[in-house]
């Protein structure tokens, strides 16, 4: 029975500046360094033992996995493409502030964050869900019971959990906020409602 760990990556520059991340790549600010090693401290409270970690390859996410996996004494994680998070197309670099604006009315509300659901040149949900069950597929192949940690980002950790536990995708972008440093368990033994294990006080966008 493999168990994945789905980790959004703690704060960084775009993050504090409400900008649109996308396919930016700009480094942790101290409090995502904070936040990284606080996580890393409630894995190793937890006794959870990690086998193998992965990351995004942008910097925030590799970070934050590199942070984790230093504190918990094993192998740094190891950048699949594949874990990157969406791209955002147009929308790449814009205030966060400005989504409705741009983009009414294919949007959708949740209570800390507006979506954007199309954008030039922006990935889609339903590709990002292909591409989340492509990702799931790899590991899964690969890692047979054991503990893998996924250092990611927020778009494309909700398209994993979506597509591990078979969700509706837009019920999914309303039902929880997944902020810095917050932790998404997939598992055999976890139902969809019990996924959502580590939070933060500190909500990012």
Same mark, same amino acid.
Request: proline letters at 3%; charged letters at 25%; glycine letters at 6%.
């Given at each position: 029975?493999?168990k994945?760990?789905? +980790?959004?990556?703690?704060?960084?520059?775009?993050?504090?500046?409400?900008?649109l991340?996308?396919?930016?790549?700009? !480094?942790?600010t101290?409090?995502?360094i904070?936040?990284? %090693?606080?996580?890393?401290?409630?894995?190793k409270?937890?006794?959870? #033992?990690i086998? %193998?970690?992965?990351?995004?390859?942008?910097?925030?996410?590799?970070?934050?996995? *590199?942070?984790?996996?230093? #504190?918990?004494?094993?192998n740094? !994680?190891?950048?699949?493409?594949?874990?990157?998070e969406?791209?955002?197309?147009?929308m790449?670099g814009?205030?966060?502030?400005?989504?409705?604006?741009?983009?009414?009315?294919?949007?959708? %509300?949740a209570?800390?964050?507006?979506y954007?659901?199309?954008?030039?040149w922006? *990935?889609?949900?339903?590709?990002?869900?292909?591409?989340?069950?492509k990702?799931?597929?790899?590991?899964? *192949?690969?890692?047979?019971?054991?503990?893998?940690?996924?250092?990611?980002?927020?778009?494309?950790?909700?398209?994993?959990?979506?597509?591990?536990?078979?969700?509706?995708?837009?019920? +999914?972008l +309303?039902?929880? #906020?997944?902020?810095?440093?917050? +932790?998404?368990l997939?598992?055999p033994e976890?139902?969809?409602?019990?996924?959502?294990?580590?939070?933060?006080?500190?909500?990012n #966008?």
């Amino acid at each position: 029975m493999t168990k994945i760990y789905i +980790v959004r990556h703690g704060q960084n520059k775009d993050n504090a500046n409400g900008i649109l991340n996308g396919h930016r790549d700009l !480094p942790l600010t101290q409090l995502g360094i904070d936040q990284a %090693k606080e996580l890393a401290q409630s894995i190793k409270e937890a006794d959870i #033992h990690i086998d %193998k970690a992965y990351s995004s390859p942008l910097q925030r996410a590799y970070q934050t996995g *590199e942070i984790i996996t230093d #504190h918990l004494g094993i192998n740094q !994680p190891e950048k699949l493409d594949i874990l990157i998070e969406r791209d955002f197309g147009i929308m790449t670099g814009k205030l966060i502030k400005d989504i409705e604006k741009l983009c009414a009315p294919n949007i959708i %509300k949740a209570d800390i964050i507006t979506y954007f659901i199309t954008a030039e040149w922006a *990935e889609t949900f339903p590709q990002l869900i292909e591409r989340a069950q492509k990702a799931l597929t790899y590991i899964e *192949e690969k890692h047979s019971n054991e503990n893998i940690l996924i250092a990611t980002h927020g778009d494309f950790g909700k398209m994993l959990y979506t597509a591990y536990y078979n969700l509706d995708r837009k019920e +999914v972008l +309303v039902k929880f #906020h997944f902020g810095n440093s917050e +932790v998404l368990l997939l598992s055999p033994e976890t139902t969809a409602n019990q996924a959502h294990i580590f939070h933060t006080k500190q909500y990012n #966008h």
